[in-house]
T-cell receptor, first 115, second 110 residues
């Protein structure tokens, strides 16, 4: 168990809908990262938050947004969902947020299916 | 940004065999990690190894940063080693984002 908690584990929804994925980092970790894993794109970095502030942005669509709350949990909001958004969404955490210099610990992921 | 290439893309081993997985990267890095994604999808951090050599049981890893590659060695493979092995790097190029390679899919036969 990595200590990173993601909910829900599975999510099935329809095109055009909006969903929220939740992540609680390891105790003491200040930084949260979101990744999308699809069959054709592999593991893609979406966005990173450090202590409530956006730290780095990757290949995140405008329909997607995220935030990190004062208690350090994070939510990833996906809206106007399309079939191609179906993927496994991972959250990871690290202690300081200098991802270039520390280990990442991943949650078990949320499997999103858009029908 | 940094490009990461892993080889081979697929590998089938008989239980007990040894293997070497390779990760090449296109630019200097200050972080390199190896992950194992098991058949249930969980990503497990195996090594944090920006340079040098580390060992953990039957697994070991070596990173030669000056030559821009890293190797993951699996000895006496077991069926539980099956899954996908990812190399992930970050560096000055790309703002320290951690970039993953496409992975090596390993299947160990009993």
């Amino acid at each position: 168990d990595s200590g990173v908690t993601q909910t829900p584990k599975h999510l099935i929804t329809a095109t055009g809908q909006r969903v929220t994925l939740r992540c609680s980092p390891r105790s003491g970790d200040l930084s949260v990262y979101w990744y999308q894993q699809s069959l054709d794109q592999g593991l893609q970095f979406l966005i990173q938050y450090y202590n409530g502030e956006e730290r780095a942005k990757g290949n995140i669509l405008e329909r997607f947004s995220a935030q990190q709350f004062p208690d350090l949990h994070s939510e990833l909001n996906l809206s106007s969902l399309e079939l191609g958004d179906s993927a496994l969404y991972f959250c990871a955490s690290s202690s300081r947020g200098t991802a270039g210099n520390e280990k990442l610990f991943f949650g078990s992921g949320t499997q999103l299916s858009v029908l | 940004g940094i490009q990461v290439e892993q080889s081979p893309p697929d590998l089938i081993l008989q239980e007990g065999a040894n293997s070497t997985l390779r990760c090449n990267f296109s630019d200097s890095v200050n972080n390199l990690q190896w992950f194992h994604q098991n058949p249930w999808g969980q990503l497990i951090n195996l090594f944090y190894i920006p340079s040098g050599t580390k060992q953990n049981g039957r697994l070991s890893a070596t990173t030669v940063a000056t030559e821009r590659y890293s190797l993951l060695y699996i000895s006496s493979s077991q069926t539980t080693d099956s899954g996908v092995y990812f190399c992930a790097v970050s560096g000055n190029t790309g703002g320290f984002k951690t970039i993953f390679g496409a992975g090596t899919r390993l299947f160990v036969k009993a």
